[in-house]
């Protein structure tokens, strides 16, 4: 015999003008609906509150398909994952440049990594939203979970401080436009004034476009770093380590005998490079876990009332020694 529809399918049927069957097909993700007859009934759906009783469904929302996956939203990646799959819930994964497709989709909250607050904005009115290390004061009314970033600058100044370096260099990934740009470089500045650190520390931006020709677009930041004479680098971000250690040997420079660095961490990567890197890292397992947390607090009608700020991690190996002039 044919299971009877639920009451919210008829009612969702009824409402929409769609036979049922089609109504069903939309609400399971399944074939065979077109793309606006799908987002209508979705529509009606998610208006009358109907919920499908089954494993709940995250979209992931990352960078538009023209944006290059960074070792970041891949760790970021790896991290919802295996946080998914703790808690049983399935992931759909979308490029903001495609994020209308969610009106096509059954899905009871969404995971954002994209920075664009005007996406987030408009999918925030018809599903919760959290965000991951990007800042709600920027967007709104969405919150977000972020890496304490400011924090991971003081821990790697720390270091170097306990090891005697007093002449230390930062490059960070672009201009302070960013959030946690603007926070790495006032935590340091911070540094700089409290520790009393040489006046030649300083933070420096990473260009936008290579510095010559078969050299890593790196060379020539680090190069001016490099010449105002200080013994350490911290270099931000989880994509330029290479380069970072590249562009010192250029510069004729052995690590850490002539000069310490700290990278941002990739996680099994960083330890194999040569030296392994000292690095600050991303808790990944723990930002993924809070914005699990919170998503779930948003889909109960629980009040979130602030950001969570996850602090980094610091790895200690073999790219940071005593100045070379001690």
Known sequence: MRKPAGKGVREIAEATGFNISTVSRALNNRPGVSAQAAAEIIRAARKIGWKNGKTTVYAVLLPGS?????????????????????????????????????????????????????????????????????????????????????????????????????????????????????????????CIASCALDPVSSVQSRSASPSGAGNPYLFGDMQRLVETGVTAVINCGESESVEALTALRLCGLRIPQDISL??????????????????????????????????????????????VLVDCLLHERGSVAIPAHK
Request: net charge negative.
């Open 66 to 190: 023209s944006v290059a996956l960074a070792w970041y939203t891949l760790n970021m990646l790896d991290a919802i994952r295996d946080e998914a799959l703790r808690r049983g819930v399935l992931l759909e994964i979308f490029f903001a440049d495609h994020a209308e497709l969610l009106r096509e989709r059954t899905v009871d909250g969404i995971l954002s990594l994209d920075f664009s607050s005007q996406i987030v904005r408009k999918l925030s009115t018809v599903l919760p939203v959290v965000c991951l290390n990007d800042f709600s004061w920027r967007i709104g009314d969405i919150y977000s979970v972020c890496s304490n970033a400011g924090q991971g600058v003081r821990r790697a100044v720390s270091l170097l401080l306990s090891y005697g370096h007093r002449k230390i260099g930062m490059l960070i990934n672009g201009s302070r436009d960013t959030e946690s740009n603007r926070e790495r470089a006032e935590a340091f500045e911070t």
């Open 262 to 307: 700290i990278c941002w961490e990739v996680p099994r990567f960083s330890k194999y490079l040569d030296p392994p890197l000292t690095t600050v890292q991303q808790n990944f397992e723990v930002l993924a876990r809070e914005a699990f947390d919170m998503l779930e607090r948003l889909r109960r009608g629980e009040a979130v009332s602030s950001d």
